[in-house]
């Protein structure tokens, strides 16, 4: 073990209730199957003549839903995976009482999956969905089981994903009750992002704690800011 590492792990061996707060995005479910957004083998790469950006834009959403949902279900959704060291180990320091809360880019549900309670999900969830017309609302299987455009049972009203699609913003109390839960932190663990996308990676500016960890594989913009920089995979720098 790098001293690194160990110093990480004695750190939140050592913390106090309630002292840490994790913030995570792709990187923290590579582990569990689900490719990343930006790397060579990342989902973000050319889809023909369209970017992924543009095949989850709101606006390709309203024009085109067909194809939006033809790519959704086939680039975006992994409803077999499961959650790996990483995501256990959070939810363990959560029933611990270490730690207060996880702030995720990630929409797949892994780390309710693993047993966490207290999940800020900055871009919402895959497994939420409802109707645009009557706000029912649907599970994952609905939306996976439907043919082209899920279709709401009750009205007939397209269904969407309570997800954050490019072009639309963050929803601003879950913004600010992220932020104060930064503030709040002695250890801030970064983990699996590479912190450009913003709002989102905007809220590091809130922690005035003792301990900044970023956990990626490539650099960061805060990694100037940091005590400890792990360039390690994220579910072995949990296995403990």
């Not at 033809?70 to 060291?85: G, H, I, Q, S, T």
């Not at 299987?141 to 043919?147: G, H, R, T, Y």
């Not at 709401?152 to 600010?176: Q, S, T």
Request: hydrophobic share 40%.
């Amino acid at each position: 073990m790098s001293k690194d590492l160990e110093l990480f792990r004695s750190w939140v061996d050592e913390a106090e209730q309630g002292s840490i707060v994790f913030f995570g995005g792709a990187g923290v479910s590579t582990a569990s199957g689900i490719p990343d957004f930006r790397s060579a083998e990342g989902i973000f790469t050319k889809q023909g003549h369209l970017s992924p950006e543009r095949l989850v834009s709101a606006s390709y959403f309203w024009e085109h839903p067909e194809e939006f949902y033809e790519f959704y279900r086939a680039k975006l959704v992994f409803p077999d995976v499961k959650p790996n060291a990483a995501h256990i180990k959070l939810a363990e320091l959560e029933r611990e009482g270490k730690l207060s809360a996880i702030i995720t880019q990630n929409v797949d549900g892994l780390h309710q999956a693993a047993g966490s309670k207290r999940v800020l999900e900055l871009h919402g969830s895959m497994h939420r969905n409802y109707c645009l017309d009557c706000d029912k609302t649907y599970d994952l299987s609905f939306v996976l089981q439907a043919e082209s455009v899920p279709v709401c049972e009750v009205c007939g009203g397209h269904v969407r994903p309570d997800v954050v699609l490019y072009e639309e913003g963050l929803n601003e109390a879950l913004l600010e009750e992220s932020a104060l839960a930064i503030a709040k932190a002695n250890i801030l663990i970064i983990g699996g992002t590479s912190l450009v996308v913003f709002p989102a990676a905007g809220l590091v500016r809130y922690f005035k704690g003792n301990h900044l960890v970023i956990v990626n594989h490539t650099p960061t913009p805060q990694d100037s800011f940091a005590d400890l920089c792990l360039r390690q995979d994220i579910a072995q720098v949990f296995s403990w």
